[in-house]
């Protein structure tokens, strides 16, 4: 299932720009400065192309702006707008992040002084919460976040299958069987075979 709908994506991503020649098993042909012609791109370099070609593009819009900002800030942001304050480890709960990824942002959201932090009640953790000055962006960031949300749903209908929904699957396939099991079990697999070829 999740195989088929990998190609889906790839097909929808790809196709547009590009013939495929399935019997020989690549893309002969791209209309990208970054994806090379001569050389099959690795699942790694496909989604960070994708990542380059999503999140550029709606930072641009908040350099436009002029706004000191970053898509990476707005989950932590919707977040907190939801929650009011919240300890780092509510925040990753809530915003569907790594304890890790969400204390990174967090880090990086105190330099920009869009988060103040402050002592828990226990005295162990750190509560965080937006400061004014993100509160003032929230005006403009709300407007872009609704183009950015439409020309979303535009590209989802664009594609054999919507890429939104295809990332909820691929997250969902690997949160029950993560990626490092799977090469090991295939690795595994390959070094039986050629012992007893």
Same mark, same amino acid.
């Not at 012609?37 to 550029?56: F, S, W, Y």
């Not at 709606?58 to 707008?81: D, G, I, M």
């Not at 969400?102 to 828990?120: D, E, F, I, P, W």
């Given at each position: 299932?999740?195989?088929?709908?990998?190609?889906?994506?790839?097909?929808?991503?790809?196709?547009?720009?590009? *013939?495929?020649?399935?019997?020989?098993g690549?893309?002969?042909?791209?209309?990208?400065?970054?994806?090379s012609?001569?050389?099959?791109?690795? &699942?790694?370099? &496909?989604?960070?192309?994708?990542?380059?070609?999503?999140?550029?593009a709606?930072?641009?819009?908040?350099?436009? %702006?002029?706004?000191?900002?970053?898509?990476?800030?707005?989950?932590?942001?919707?977040? &907190?707008?939801e929650?009011g304050?919240?300890?780092?480890?509510t925040?990753?709960?809530? %915003?569907? &992040?790594?304890?890790?990824?969400?204390?990174?942002?967090?880090?990086?959201?105190?330099?920009?002084?869009?988060?103040?932090?402050?002592?828990? *009640?226990?005295?162990?953790?750190?509560?965080?919460?937006?400061?004014?000055? *993100?509160?003032?962006?929230?005006?403009?960031?709300?407007?872009?976040?609704?183009?950015?949300?439409? %020309?979303?749903?535009?590209?989802?209908?664009?594609?054999?299958?919507?890429?939104?929904?295809?990332?909820?699957?691929?997250?969902?396939?690997?949160?029950?069987?993560?990626?490092?099991?799977?090469?090991?079990?295939?690795?595994?697999?390959?070094?039986?075979?050629?012992?007893?070829?």
């Open positions: 299932m999740f195989k088929a709908s990998f190609d889906a994506f790839l097909d929808g991503l790809v196709n547009r720009n590009a *013939a495929v020649d399935r019997s020989r690549r893309w002969h042909e791209y209309h990208s400065a970054v994806i012609p001569r050389v099959t791109p690795t &699942l790694g370099t &496909l989604l960070r192309h994708l990542i380059e070609l999503l999140d550029g709606v930072e641009a819009r908040y350099v436009a %702006a002029k706004l000191e900002y970053r898509p990476r800030y707005t989950p932590v942001v919707r977040a &907190l707008l929650l304050s919240a300890s780092i480890q925040i990753a709960q809530h %915003a569907g &992040l790594t304890h890790s990824a969400a204390s990174q942002t967090v880090a990086l959201m105190t330099k920009a002084r869009l988060v103040r932090s402050q002592v828990g *009640a226990d005295g162990r953790e750190r509560v965080i919460s937006l400061s004014p000055r *993100a509160l003032d962006m929230m005006p403009e960031l709300e407007r872009l976040w609704e183009s950015t949300n439409a %020309a979303a749903r535009e590209l989802d209908g664009e594609l054999t299958m919507p890429l939104s929904s295809l990332v909820q699957e691929a997250i969902r396939a690997l949160e029950q069987r993560p990626f490092g099991a799977r090469i090991e079990h295939l690795a595994l697999n390959h070094y039986k075979a050629t012992r007893l070829a």
